[in-house]
C-alpha cells in the first residue's frame, strides 16, 4: 500500500498533524490519552489515506468501532441499527469514490480503488467490506500502539529514560512497542491440508486461531518476553502484523506514525505519568485501551 516513496511524502503532513495535537494538550492536568492523542492521531491519519474530508473525520473512528465491536460494548443495539450506520459508511464513500473516478492521479486510497482494474467495479458489499478492512486495520490497531508504548513506558520507565539519552533507538522502540502490546490477539484460518505443531496434528479442514498474543511471549524467542525492552535485540521478529500472503498493508504507515510520535514527544516532554488505572477495550480480539488517565511533565 505505501512504498517507501509515498511514505516519505507522507512523513512532513504526520508530523505537523502530530505537533498539532501535542501543542494543544494540558501540561500539569489528567486527561485521557486514549481520546485526546491515540484515536486523534489516528483518526487524522484515516483521513489523511482517503482524503476524507477532515471536518468529517470522526466518522471514520465511528463506522470502525461500529464494524468492530460487540454489542455488549455499548455502541450499537440491534443489528439493523448497526447496518444501517454502516450503510452510511457505503454511501459516503460511493459518493467520494465516484467524484475521484472523475478526476484521475489522486495518489489516496479511494483514488486508487476508484482507478484500478480489479477494484473499480466492485459490488457494493465488497466494496464495505474493503473499506471496513483498511478502516479497520488503520484505526484501532495503531490507536492502541500509541496508547500501549505510554504504558508500558510507565511500567517499566528505565526504558524511556534509554530512549531520552539515545532517540536513534527510537525505531526499535516501536517494534518493541508493537511486540509487547500485540493490538490484534489474533486471526483465524483454515488448515487446507493436515498440519503437525508442537506434535499434534491438525487436520485438514478445521478452523484455528493464530494468537499472535502468545507467540509474541514465546519465551524460546524472547528472551523475558514479559518485559519490554526497547533495546531488545530481536523485537522486530513479532507477529503483530501477521505473516505470510495477508501480513499488514500499513504496518510502515503506523510504524512511521508511531516513530515521529515519539520523536516528537520527547522534544517536548519530560515524563508521561500514568496517573490512573487504564480501561481496557471489552474484546478478545482488540487488545487496546479505552482510558488511560496521564499528566504531563514539560
Ligand atoms: C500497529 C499497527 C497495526 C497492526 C498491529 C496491524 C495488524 C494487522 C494484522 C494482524 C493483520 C492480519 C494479517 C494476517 O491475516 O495474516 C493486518 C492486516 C491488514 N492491515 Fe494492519 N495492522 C496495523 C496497522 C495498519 C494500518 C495503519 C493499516 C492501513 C491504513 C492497516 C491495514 C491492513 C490491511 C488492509 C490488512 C489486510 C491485508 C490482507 O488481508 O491482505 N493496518 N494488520
Known amino acids: 500500500m505505501a512504498g517507501p516513496r509515498n511514505l516519505a ?27 485526546r492523542v491515540s ?29 468492530i465491536s460487540p454489542r455488549k460494548a455499548g455502541l450499537w443495539d440491534t443489528v439493523e441499527e448497526r447496518e444501517r450506520e454502516l450503510d452510511e459508511c457505503l454511501s459516503r464513500m460511493t459518493e467520494l469514490r465516484d467524484e475521484r473516478s ?3 492521479g489522486g495518489h489516496d486510497l479511494l483514488s486508487m480503488l476508484a482507478h484500478s482494474e480489479s477494484t473499480r467495479n466492485m459490488p457494493p458489499r465488497q466494496f464495505l467490506g474493503n473499506l471496513l478492512l483498511l478502516i479497520v486495520g488503520g484505526n484501532d490497531t495503531t490507536r492502541n500502539s500509541i496508547s500501549g508504548g505510554v504504558l508500558a513506558m510507565n511500567r517499566w520507565p528505565e526504558e524511556f529514560e534509554k530512549l531520552k539519552a539515545d532517540r536513534s533507538k ?10 509487547w502490546q500485540t493490538p490484534l490477539a489474533f486471526m483465524r484460518r483454515t488448515t487446507t491440508e493436515d498440519v503437525e505443531v508442537g506434535g499434534k496434528t491438525i487436520p485438514a479442514g ?20 514479559d518485559l519490554f525492552r526497547v533495546d531488545r535485540g530481536n523485537a522486530r521478529q513479532h507477529l503483530s502484523f501477521g505473516f505470510g500472503v495477508h501480513r499488514c498493508m500499513g504496518n510502515r504507515v503506523a510504524e512511521l506514525q508511531l516513530k515521529l510520535l515519539w520523536e516528537e514527544l520527547l522534544e517536548r516532554y519530560s515524563r508521561i505519568e500514568v496517573v490512573g ?12 485501551y479505552t482510558h488511560l488517565p496521564v499528566k504531563l511533565h514539560a
Open 206 to 225: 478445521e478452523r484455528v486461531l493464530m494468537w499472535y498474543a502468545s507467540g509474541n511471549r514465546d519465551e524460546n524467542v524472547f528472551e523475558n518476553a
Open 170 to 179: 527510537i525505531p526499535n522502540a516501536v517494534a518493541e512497542i508493537i511486540r
Open 102 to 104: 472523475q478526476k484521475p
Open 39 to 67: 484515536i486523534e492521531l489516528t483518526t487524522q491519519m484515516l483521513a489523511t489515506l482517503f482524503d476524507f474530508p477532515f471536518e468529517e473525520r470522526y466518522k471514520l473512528t465511528r463506522w470502525s468501532d461500529i464494524a
Open 277 to 288: 488505572a487504564p480501561v481496557r477495550a471489552i474484546s478478545n480480539f482488540v487488545r487496546g
Open 9 to 35: 511524502a507522507l512523513a512532513p503532513t504526520i508530523r505537523q498533524r502530530v505537533a498539532d495535537i501535542l501543542d494543544g494538550l494540558p501540561v500539569g492536568e489528567p486527561f485521557n490519552w486514549v481520546e
